[in-house]
Structure formats: C-alpha cells, structure tokens
C-alpha cells in the first residue's frame, strides 16, 4: 500500500512550467534544495513518466514513491543483488552488515527518486505539514540524494548502448562459454524472467531495485547468458565494453571536454 496519499496525480494546472532543453530534472534539483535549506517538512509531488513524490522532514529526504519502481521496504540486501547468506570473516561481518542494511532500506528512496528527477518530470506545489506520511529511520540529505541520482543517470546513458531499464531481454540460445558462474541474486533474476521481459518488469515482479535490477541484466548480457532483444549479443571472445560504475561520473565528465 502506498504511504503517499492519493498516489499523487499531479494535475496539469497545478504543475510548475520548465524548460525541456535543460531538463526538468534541474528545476526539481533546485527546488528540493531550496526546501532542505529552508528545513521543510512535507510532500513534493512529481508528474510525468512516473507519478510519485518525495517526501521530506526537517529539509531531510524521508521517502519517495515511484510508479515505476517497486515500494520495496523489508531492507531485504536481496533486493540490491546482494546475497546476505554469502561466508564474510567475523572481523567484516558486524561493519559488511551494518552497511549492506543500510543500503537496503535507503535503496528503495533513491531508486524511486532516480525515476522521478527525469528530464520529463514536473513537480508540483510543495504541501506542506507538520509530520510527513513515513519517516526513514536514516533520513537522506537532499545534496547527498542529488548527487547519487546524478552518478546513476550517467551510469545508465553508459548502460543504454546494451540494456535499459526499458529494454525486452530474452535467454540466449547458444552461450559463448562452456561453463558460467553467476551469483545467487543474479540467477534469481534469470529464473523470474521470461522472454521479453524487462529489467524493470522483473525489478517489479521480485520487488528489487530497477537501477541494480539493470546493472544485473547488463553483466549477464555480457555474459552472454542473456539478450537484449533485437540487439546483436556482444563479442564470443569475452572482449565486450567493460563499464567501471565507480568512475561512471569521473569518466564521463572527462569526455565532456
């Protein structure tokens, strides 16, 4: 059930006008920032390819809802592909948990907020109240939130030369390699599949993150295990583009000029 009244439907005349060239990403950039200077307490509804809203308290982000990525809120690690029943020496076990944890249940806000601040999107008037809808134990501050959905757009523009969130992918009929090893989480992605279905149609399906749902989907195409439908699989040599997601932002802007 959503913790978003309404499920937020932004109304045409209620919506704030922008500018297409720059992305109406920015102006919601701006305006969440205005709102965390300002210590706000509320809701900003957003309109567009997704309808949602991202919720703050105290100018701290506390929740987001997306209409296309699941409202996943177990702090289950399975939903970032991570395998929580993996061995980890007791020294890293306490500090790995901790932070896996963390991610989990932070994932569903940011994953949310990656499709919302989208170059379509539009927000609305900010309402205001006294106590938001849902608190996060970890509330996220709104520059910190910024700056990962940036770094996740420019990791998935890389991706979209194979796979994104969007693309049809079916099992490959001939595999490059006589033998693969893949990880627990990303064979639960294989399983839950069928032909033609996308990253996002299985996020949703197993309530995982679409942005790591996509990152998956893109390592098992190169693989070769999977295949963007209608693309050419990549190279039997095992010589396909290799993407460092870490310096995607770095990269990227480096080519920028």
Do not use: C
Request: aromatic share 4%; net charge positive.
């Amino acid at each position: 059930m959503s913790l978003i009244p309404k499920r937020t439907r932004v109304r045409a005349g209620l919506v704030w006008p922008g500018r297409e060239v720059d992305g109406y990403a920015n102006l919601i950039g701006a305006r969440l920032r205005k709102l965390a200077a300002a210590g706000s307490t509320g809701t900003l509804p957003v309109s567009g390819p997704t309808d949602g809203a991202i919720i703050l308290h105290g100018g701290r982000v506390v929740h987001a809802e997306s209409s296309r990525t699941p409202t996943q809120r177990t702090g289950d690690p399975a939903a970032l592909g991570l395998a929580p029943g993996e061995a980890v020496s007791p020294v890293e076990a306490p500090s790995i948990g901790m932070v896996a944890g963390l991610l989990a249940m932070t994932e569903p806000i940011i994953d949310a907020a990656t499709e919302l601040l989208s170059s379509k999107s539009r927000y609305a008037k900010f309402r205001r109240s006294e106590a938001p809808v849902a608190i996060a134990p970890h509330p996220i501050p709104v520059t910190a939130l910024l700056t990962e959905v940036e770094r996740r757009h420019r990791v998935l523009s890389q991706l979209s030369a194979v796979v994104t969130a969007d693309t049809p992918v079916i099992r490959s009929s001939a595999l490059a390699w006589p033998r693969l090893q893949v990880s627990a989480p990303q064979w639960a992605l294989v399983v839950a599949m069928s032909d033609g279905m996308t990253p996002r149609g299985v996020a949703m399906k197993l309530g995982h993150s679409v942005f790591a749902t996509t990152i998956e989907f893109y390592r098992l195409i190169e693989l070769g295990l999977l295949a963007a439908a209608g693309r050419e699989p990549p190279p039997a040599d095992g010589r396909g583009t290799a993407l460092a997601f870490m310096r995607a932002v770095h990269n990227e802007r480096d080519t920028d000029g």
